[in-house]
């Protein structure tokens, strides 16, 4: 092999891995809830998945503040302009920002500290539809938030479609943690019990943050 053809060589083997190492992560989202939901991704927009129909969107590696949740009774006219009871983004059938609560969320971050991802599934604007967030190669576990939480929801928390955060209804350093000195409250109990793994307060990290390797693909689950 000359030099010419040996330095080719390594240079398409540090490009082949390059590509490797930055490749975008699927992520399926499907919806086996028993009516319609509309997906929300940021990114990614959103779509309508009526049950059983699944939507995959790819996103590139180094992705940071991104997540997944459904919206509930949507309706939006041809140019993709309405509402939506639950998870309502500006009225846009297209997300571009985050959604209104309650809303369910699966969040992530790709590619971050030693070429981790991090993921969580976060009650902390809320619950609307139950979720599994798990990834479908990397060999790490997947996290669930299937209890009934809106049927035994506090009537405090109660709103139209779902089942709010108490720092959606009261507003207060307590439930909203803006100091960062917050500690658990009996709302926040009555999330972490039903859904162990979810981010039940803004300060619920240690529970409630879960890595695979970078490169994971994963799927989203409305009622699993």
Not at 51 to 57: A, F, R
Not at 98 to 109: D, K, M, R, V, W
Not at 140 to 164: F, K, Y
Request: neutral net charge; charged residues 15%.
């Amino acid at each position: 092999m000359t030099l010419f053809s040996l330095l080719s060589l390594i240079s398409f083997l540090l490009v082949s891995l390059s590509f490797t190492s930055t490749n975008a992560a699927t992520f399926e989202i499907r919806n086996q809830c028993p009516y319609t939901v509309w997906a929300a991704a940021v990114p990614g927009g959103g779509r309508q998945l009526d049950g059983g129909q699944s939507w995959t969107i790819n996103v590139n590696a180094g992705t940071k503040q991104a997540r997944i949740w459904a919206r509930t009774k949507c309706s939006f006219n041809a140019a993709g302009q309405g509402r939506c009871e639950t998870g309502d983004c500006n009225g846009q059938l297209q997300c571009g920002g985050f959604g209104q609560p309650p809303n369910t969320l699966a969040e992530y971050a790709l590619n971050q500290f030693n070429n981790l991802d991090f993921f969580d599934i976060s009650l902390v604007d809320g619950f609307n539809v139950p979720m599994d967030f798990s990834p479908v190669s990397g060999g790490c576990r997947g996290i669930r938030c299937a209890a009934d939480i809106n049927g035994q929801c506090p009537n405090e928390l109660r709103a139209p479609g779902g089942c709010n955060n108490p720092c959606t209804v009261f507003k207060t350093d307590q439930y909203c943690c803006n100091s960062g000195n917050c500690q658990p409250t009996d709302f926040s109990r009555f999330f972490k019990q039903r859904c162990p793994d979810a981010y039940s307060y803004p300060k619920d990290d240690q529970t409630s943050t879960f890595t695979c390797p970078g490169g994971t693909n994963y799927r989203v689950v409305f009622c699993p």
